[in-house]
Every structure is written in C-alpha cells, then in structure tokens.
C-alpha cells in the first residue's frame, strides 16, 4: 500500500519535511467546515499539530472496476443496496476526524459485505433465511454439530480467504498509518484489516487461528486443513475439484455463509468424516472464534474498554452493534463524554443516542472523506 507520506512514522520532525502547502490546506478546510450546518460535539479539548497533511492512496477511489464488483455483489444479494453518502453528511464525518486526536474506531461485518463476505443481520443477510449459526454450547457437546462445522469450513476456506480487502479496509489502514486513528477494534473473524495493513484488536476472535478448549494448544488454521486433508483425502479432494471462487455459489449449489462456511447436504458429513483433536492432549479443536453463547475473553474485553475509555472520539463502522460486546463499547464512550459516530447501511441500535448517524457504505463515504482535503495531525 503506498501513501503519499508512506514514510510517516509519527514524528514531527519527519512530518514537517513531508508535508507541502499547509497554509493552502487549512484554508481550504476553513472553506469545507463553513459550509457544515451540524456540529459533531467534542466535550474534550484537542490539540493539533500546526500542519496538515493530504491522505492520497493509490487505488482509493471508487474505479470503474470496484463499482462492477459491488455491483456485482449488490445483484447476489450479499451487499445491501446503499444510496451514495450525503455531500453533507461526508463534510461532517470528515470534520469529526478533523477534530479528533485519540480516535478509537469498531469495524464490523459492513465493512467486509463490501469484499464479498456475507453478513448476518442486512436485509439479505443469513438470519433472513432462517440460517442459525453454531452456538458454542452445540460445538462442544455434540461430535455431530463439530463434524457438520468442520466439513462445511473445510470446503468454504478457499472461497473465503480468495475475498480481497476492500475500498473500506484500505482506507482505515491508510488513517491509520497518518496518524488519524488510535486505536482499533474490530467484530470481524476474517483478518482482511490486517491484510490491508491494520492491526486491530480481534473482540471475537479469528478463524485463522485454531485452538484447543482443553490446554489452549494453538495452530494456524492452515496446519489444521492440512490435518483435515490428510485424514480425509479422497473427501477432500472432491472438495478442491470444485470449480468455485469468491464470486460463484457452484460449490454444491450453496451459499457461503458469514463464518466461511458454505451449506453442504448431511449425506456429504455425515459417516465417514474425521475430525483432528489436540496433538498434545488429544482434545477437541475449535476455531479461535467467539461462538454465539460465549463470552469475549475478559482480557480482550478489558483492553477494548479502557482504549474506549481515554478515546475523544469512538467512530462505528459497519455494525448494527445488535451483539451487547460491541454495543457496551459505544455507550461507554458516549457515557463518558466522547464525540461518536456510526456509519453503516441500516439501523443500529445506538441510533438513539449517536449525532452522526450517516447510512451508506464504508468504502464511498472514506474515500470520499480522504478525497476533501488535508486532515490536521494529532500531537502525541
């Protein structure tokens, strides 16, 4: 990923050799914020270095190529219809960034619909078709439910980390890297933010990591599909015979379900499908996931709320905030003084209290905001 400051690394020596036409760039956000009505209110004092810096990525802009791609995933249902951000509603958003120095951002499945990764709660989303996801009760109790969860996984995983970061990932990290956003937690399982370059906080959990519930013995979710290959070879190799990829539903004439898991027939699972245990102590492997019914460990859950705790600003991106581990977030920070805001197509269910609620998609409303103008850098 290239920025136009791709050398920044938060120090204001190195910033005052990098940034060009301040002057230009503060008059002409004097001239944007002029035009904006509302005012998103900080209750805290903030403090700014005196420079501003243009926050220009390759790529960012929504190309012909992206639009056919949403486009595309707007036709299958996977990404609800969205009207473009208001004119206004980007001014705003933009003076929020603006105006923040201790910004913390919560990304959820929103912005991955964007990738081509379904979501749970949209209008054409999994809960709309009676889907149920794996309680964490079901997992551990029944080698049934474990088995039906390994073998539609197992043969979801290519389609599933074929998805590419989006327009949304890609922004965030590039605020990141300037500097404009200071801490980061994330819903989402599908580690695309790191891919773009972030390093959130994982609040549920990622399938990419696959631990044991007896001694907490861990692999990459990689070593694990090779364990399943090999102890169901010819299973496994009809399932990578299928020709299949991020934008077919082929596989078995299923769809691809939030988690990475695709919708198999019993009679493809249900004899004769082995499942690996611990290597070390023989116990049952899950995904190092928050299942439905479980709990966010209390150390991640700690960490997350002290950062929403010192935030100024807490900006929601792409979640209905419905799970109460993301909800307590937004109200902690709104509880306690800072500026928030939500963007995400549809309603949420801090909509009540929140003052910027903007309804469009992550990936057009930042590159809108990234395309205004200089963003002020926050002082350490």
């Not at 996977?78 to 120095?101: G, H, K, M, N, T």
Request: proline share 5%; aromatic share 8%; net charge positive.
């Amino acid at each position: 990923m290239a920025l136009a400051m791709s050398t920044f690394r938060g120090s204001r020596e190195l910033m005052g050799t990098l940034l060009t036409d301040s002057i230009q760039s503060i008059s002409r956000n004097r001239k944007i914020l002029s035009r904006v009505r509302r005012v998103v209110p900080f209750q805290r004092s903030v403090k700014f270095v005196q420079t501003t810096c243009r926050i220009a990525v390759p790529g960012i802009s929504l190309e012909s190529e992206e639009k056919r791609h949403l486009n595309f995933l707007e036709d299958k249902q996977i990404l609800p219809y969205s009207d473009p951000p208001r004119a206004e509603d980007v001014d705003l958003l933009y003076q929020f960034f603006d105006r923040s120095s201790k910004l913390v951002v919560l990304t959820g499945a929103g912005i991955s619909t964007e990738s081509g990764i379904p979501d749970y709660r949209s209008p054409n989303g999994a809960y709309s078709t009676g889907f149920k996801p794996i309680t964490h009760q079901q997992f551990m109790r029944s080698a049934r439910a474990r088995r039906r969860y390994w073998t539609r996984s197992y043969a979801g995983w290519r389609r599933f980390t074929a998805a590419q970061p989006g327009t949304g990932h890609i922004a965030v990290a590039s605020l990141e890297k300037a500097s404009r956003i200071n801490f980061m937690i994330t819903q989402n399982v599908d580690r695309l933010h790191h891919r773009a370059g972030s390093n959130p906080l994982e609040l549920h959990g990622t399938v990419y990591i696959v631990a044991c519930t007896d001694c907490g013995f861990s692999l990459p979710r990689n070593s694990f599909q090779d364990q399943v290959k090999a102890l169901n070879p010819k299973w496994a190799e009809a399932i990578e015979s299928l020709d299949y990829d991020s934008r077919s539903d082929k596989s078995f004439g299923m769809k691809q379900r939030p988690d990475g898991d695709i919708e198999i027939d019993e009679k493809f699972w249900e004899e004769e499908f082995y499942i690996p245990n611990c290597e070390r102590c023989d116990g049952i492997l899950k995904p190092d996931v928050v299942f439905f019914g479980d709990n966010v460990p209390k150390d991640r859950a700690v960490r997350a709320m002290e950062a929403v705790k010192g935030c100024d600003a807490f900006l929601v991106l792409g979640s209905s905030l419905m799970t109460m581990s993301a909800f307590r977030l937004v109200r902690a920070a709104y509880e306690a003084g800072a500026a928030t805001a939500i963007v995400n197509v549809g309603v949420t269910r801090a909509d009540d209290f929140v003052p910027l609620k903007i309804n469009a998609r992550i990936g057009e409303t930042l590159s809108r905001v990234l395309g205004i103008g200089s963003l002020s850098v926050p002082s350490a």
